[in-house]
């Protein structure tokens, strides 16, 4: 069974960090990506960033801001949030695909987390 699973969502005021972690089972993932949704809003695109680390794709609204890693050996992605800001409030998504295209496309990612709230404050 494959299962993605975020955690480190929360409550923060503007202008401070927060680090989000998705740890995925069931088998290996060349692929791992975040997405968020905002309540009526499409989900958007963040980041995403291959197995080995060294190549990574990242939304312009959030490029300089938001930092992705990955821990291949234990199937680990990390989203590093800075200088949040009230538009960053929404629910954040684990994402994953067998293969690295850079894709910023929700279709191209077959597994997802459940999601984890994140709320920041003005």
């Known amino acids: 069974q494959v299962r993605l699973e975020e955690s480190g969502g929360g409550l923060v005021q503007a202008g401070g960090s927060l680090r989000l972690s998705c740890a995925a089972s069931?088998?290996?993932?060349?692929?791992m990506a975040w997405f968020r949704q905002a309540p009526g809003k499409e989900r958007e695109f963040l980041a995403v960033?291959?197995?080995?680390?060294?190549?990574?794709t990242y939304a312009d609204s959030v490029k300089g801001r938001f930092t992705i890693s990955r821990e291949s050996a234990k199937n680990t992605v990390y989203l590093q949030m800075t200088s949040l800001k009230s538009e960053d409030t929404a629910v954040y998504y684990c994402?994953?695909?067998?293969?690295?295209?850079?894709?910023?496309?929700?279709?191209?990612?077959?597994?997802w987390g459940q999601g984890t709230q994140v709320t920041v404050s003005s």
């Open positions: 994402a994953a695909a067998p293969y690295y295209s850079g894709s910023r496309y929700s279709n191209d990612y077959p597994y």
């Open positions: 069931g088998r290996s993932f060349n692929a």
């Open positions: 960033i291959n197995s080995w680390g060294d190549r990574s």
